[in-house]
Every structure is written in C-alpha cells, then in structure tokens.
T-cell receptor
C-alpha cells in the first residue's frame, strides 16, 4: 500500500515554456501532498504543501506565481512550472501522506534548455 | 522553526560492520522521526520511523533510537551489505500532516 506515482519522469523543454507535473496517490486518499525540489547531492527542499480544496502553502523564498500548485482531488496534485528557465532545472519530487508518514513519488527530472 | 542536523555526511564501512548515523533536532514539539533511504536517481524510501513515546525501535538489521531529552535520534544498521549503500535522510515532524524537516543526508558506502 501507500503508492505514489508521478508523471512525467523526465521532461526537457525550451526556456519560456510551462511544464506540468502530476502527482497521484494510487491506493489511498491524500488531503495533503508535498512538493520538493532536490539538487544533485543535496537534501530535499520543501517547496510547498498542497491542500485539497484550498490554496497551497508555500515555503519562504518559493515564488507562488512561478510554481503553481493545484490539488483538485483527493488523489491528484499538480505542479506547474511557469515560464521555465535553465535555473529551474532540477529533480522535483512529490509526497503524499495517508497518515503522518510521507510516501514519495519517483520524481521528475526537469531540464530547461 | 525546526532545525535538523545530520552527521556524518559520508560514511564508509566494510561489509559486515555496523553503521551509525546521528541526527539532532531543535523543536521539542517534534514527535515523529522517520528515516529514508535514497538510491541514486530514485525516490526516498521509508525504512523505519519512531514516535516520541518510544525510545527504540528495531526492524531486522535496522534500529532507531530516540533521546527526547537530548533531542537526538540515531539510525543503526548492523551486518551491513553492499546493497545498503545509498544516501540516508533523517527527518523530524510534529506529526499529523505537518511538514517534514530533513537532515542534510549521509552517503553510506559499504565496501565488499
């Protein structure tokens, strides 16, 4: 149990375009999901907490207009990187929590050219 | 806010030896402490967790200890195997659906 999927696993886009990443809880309902960013050889950096039916809570320093989060259902949260630039290239991972334990998706490798 | 520190950043052990990774936290309200293992390019996987009402928890070769007074918790891996090689992260949380505060990670290398 507690399986989280993420799509796409890898995306390459041109600078200035927008990219949408989906995070799904497959076998449980998740009122809360989390979005992280991870740079090579570094820890997980929390970007925002996604709450079903309400606005996401962003961490300090994360631009909410650039990283749009929509938690439209109890099993789906999306992260849209708007007007992507090369510095947005990173590994993005979501997690979902059926209880107080978070289970992670497989991550999305974003490369912005 | 919470601050989680993790040591060492890298750890090399011989196969069969034990490995210990230590974390400290600052917020006494934290009451849930999970440990994750992340292999290169893959998702973090929960390997063990402990709640503040327990001092120690064991699962086969893996154990976690918690000292609430000192605000530190440790991961112990016995009889290490090459497949234990990965990056390990500790985290602290106030439980419920509160966010996790992660340590900086420990890269464990088990030499055959």
């Amino acid at each position: 149990g507690a399986v989280v999927s993420q799509h796409p696993s890898r995306v390459i886009c041109k600078s200035g375009t927008s990219v949408k990443i989906e995070c799904r809880s497959l076998d449980f309902q998740a009122t809360t999901m989390f979005w992280y960013r991870q740079f090579p050889k570094q820890s997980l950096m929390l970007m925002a907490t996604s709450n079903e039916g309400s606005k996401a809570t962003y961490e300090q320093g994360v631009e909410k207009d650039k990283f749009l989060i929509n938690h439209a259902s109890l099993t789906l949260s999306t992260l849209t990187v708007t007007s992507a630039h090369p510095e947005d290239s990173s590994f993005y991972i979501c997690s979902a929590a059926p209880t107080d334990t978070q289970y992670f998706g497989p991550g999305t490798r974003l490369t912005v050219l | 806010g919470e601050n989680v520190e993790q040591h060492p950043s890298t750890l090399s052990v011989q196969e069969g030896d034990s490995a210990v990774i230590k974390c400290t936290y600052s917020d006494s309200a934290s009451n849930y402490f999970p440990w994750y293992k992340q292999e290169l390019g893959k998702r973090p996987q929960l390997i063990i967790d402990i709640r503040s009402n327990v001092g120690e928890k064991k699962d086969q070769r893996i154990a976690v200890t918690l000292n609430k007074t000192a605000k530190h918790f440790s991961l112990h891996i016995t009889e290490t195997q090459p497949e234990d090689s990965a990056v390990y992260f500790c985290a602290a949380s106030k439980g419920g659906f509160n966010k996790f505060y992660f340590g900086s990670g420990t890269k464990l290398n088990v030499k055959p």
